[in-house]
C-alpha cells in the first residue's frame, strides 16, 4: 500500500529547492534565507499545510547544526532568548486559527525591510552599545510567535542579535540552539491542530534526503568566509525574505 504522499510536479519543484534553501540557512551561511522556505511552498500549498510538512526536516536540519556548531555557543545568550522564544510559540498557539498566516508574514517581511534599511542608510558605529533587552524581550518573543505559524521566525531575532556583531561560529550556533528548541516546542501543538496528518509526513519523509545536503554545504561555506561577507549575505537574505514575505501578504491574493 503506498503512502498518501503529494505528488504534484509543481508541489516538488517549489519544495525542493524550498528545503535546500532551509538547510543553506540553518548551516549559518545566508541566515535568513529559511523564512523564505515556506512562501515558496505556499506556491503549492496551504501555509499551515506548509509548515507542518516542513516540521521533520527542520528537526534533523537542527540536530545537524547542533552538531556542527557544538563548541561555539553563547550560553549566556540563549538563557536570556528561549524563555522569549517559547512565549512567543504559546501566543502562536493562541492565536493560530484566528490570524491570516500571510498577514503575519507580511508584516513580519515589511519590519525586516524596515530593519535592513535602518543598517544600511544608518549604519551603527564601532562603539555603538548592544540593542536594549527589553527590546531583545519584544523581538525574541515575535520570532517565536512569527516561526510557529509560518517558519519565519529568522528575521526577527537577527534584528536583536546582528547588532551584537558575535563571531560568526558564534552567531550560528547560537540561533542552531535558539532555533532547536523553539521547533521542539512546535510539535505538540502541530499535533493538537491537526496538522501532523499521514499525507503531510509522508511528503515530508519524501523530502527529508535533501535535508541534510544544504546544511553540509552551508556549513562548509560558512567556516571559510569572513566576518564582513558573512553578515552581507545575512543582509541578502534579509532583504529577500523581507520582500517575498511583504509581497505574499499584501499582494499576492
Same mark, same amino acid.
Given at each position: 500500500?503506498?503512502?498518501?504522499? $503529494?505528488?504534484?510536479?509543481?508541489?516538488?519543484?517549489?519544495?525542493?529547492?524550498?528545503?535546500?534553501?532551509?538547510?543553506?540557512s540553518k548551516s549559518?551561511?545566508?541566515?535568513?534565507?529559511? @523564512?523564505?522556505?515556506?512562501?515558496?511552498?505556499?506556491?503549492?500549498?496551504? !501555509?499551515?499545510?506548509?509548515?507542518?510538512? =516542513?516540521?521533520?526536516?527542520?528537526?534533523?536540519?537542527?540536530?545537524?547544526?547542533?552538531?556542527?556548531?557544538?563548541?561555539?555557543?553563547?550560553?549566556?545568550?540563549?538563557?536570556?532568548?528561549?524563555?522569549?522564544?517559547?512565549? #512567543?510559540?504559546? !501566543?502562536?498557539? =493562541?492565536?493560530?486559527?484566528?490570524?491570516?498566516? +500571510?498577514?503575519?508574514?507580511?508584516?513580519?517581511?515589511?519590519?525586516?525591510?524596515?530593519?535592513?534599511?535602518?543598517?544600511?542608510?544608518?549604519?551603527?558605529?564601532?562603539? @555603538?552599545?548592544?540593542?536594549? +533587552?527589553? %527590546?531583545?524581550?519584544?523581538?525574541?518573543?515575535?520570532?517565536?510567535?512569527?516561526?510557529?505559524?509560518?517558519?519565519?521566525?529568522?528575521?526577527?531575532?537577527?534584528?536583536?542579535?546582528?547588532?551584537?556583531?558575535?563571531?560568526?561560529?558564534?552567531?550560528?550556533?547560537?540561533m542552531a540552539v535558539?532555533?532547536?528548541?523553539?521547533? %521542539?516546542?512546535?510539535?505538540?501543538?502541530?499535533?493538537?491542530?491537526?496538522?501532523?496528518?499521514?499525507?503531510?509526513?509522508?511528503? @515530508?519523509?519524501?523530502?527529508?534526503?535533501?535535508?541534510?545536503?544544504?546544511?553540509?554545504? #552551508?556549513? +562548509? $561555506?560558512?567556516?571559510? $568566509?569572513?566576518?564582513?561577507?558573512?553578515? +552581507?549575505?545575512?543582509?541578502?537574505?534579509?532583504?529577500?525574505?523581507? #520582500?517575498?514575505?511583504?509581497?505574499?501578504?499584501?499582494?499576492?491574493?
Open positions: 500500500m503506498s503512502l498518501p504522499l $503529494i505528488t504534484d510536479p509543481f508541489f516538488y519543484a517549489v519544495a525542493v529547492p524550498a528545503v535546500l534553501l532551509l538547510g543553506i549559518g551561511f545566508g541566515a535568513g534565507f529559511g @523564512s523564505l522556505a515556506v512562501p515558496l511552498m505556499a506556491l503549492a500549498v496551504t !501555509v499551515p499545510q506548509a509548515a507542518a510538512i =516542513l516540521m521533520p526536516v527542520l528537526l534533523v536540519m537542527d540536530l545537524l547544526g547542533l552538531h556542527a556548531w557544538r563548541r561555539h555557543f553563547d550560553w549566556k545568550l540563549i538563557r536570556f532568548l528561549l524563555p522569549f522564544g517559547l512565549l #512567543g510559540t504559546v !501566543v502562536g498557539t =493562541l492565536l493560530f486559527k484566528l490570524l491570516d498566516a +500571510r498577514l503575519v508574514a507580511g508584516i513580519v517581511g515589511m519590519f525586516t525591510l524596515l530593519f535592513l534599511a535602518q543598517r544600511l542608510l544608518f549604519p551603527p558605529r564601532p562603539d @555603538s552599545p548592544p540593542p536594549p +533587552r527589553w %527590546l531583545g524581550a519584544l523581538l525574541t518573543t515575535t520570532s517565536g510567535f512569527t516561526s510557529f505559524v509560518a517558519h519565519a521566525g529568522g528575521p526577527p531575532i537577527n534584528a536583536y542579535v546582528i547588532p551584537m556583531k558575535l563571531p560568526p561560529p558564534v552567531f550560528t550556533a547560537t535558539f532555533f532547536f528548541v523553539v521547533n %521542539l516546542s512546535k510539535w505538540g501543538p502541530y499535533a493538537w491542530l491537526g496538522l501532523l496528518d499521514l499525507r503531510n509526513m509522508a511528503t @515530508s519523509a519524501a523530502l527529508l534526503p535533501l535535508a541534510p545536503v544544504g546544511v553540509l554545504v #552551508g556549513v +562548509r $561555506i560558512a567556516r571559510r $568566509i569572513a566576518p564582513v561577507l558573512f553578515y +552581507r549575505f545575512i543582509y541578502a537574505g534579509m532583504l529577500l525574505t523581507g #520582500g517575498k514575505l511583504v509581497w505574499d501578504g499584501f499582494f499576492a491574493r
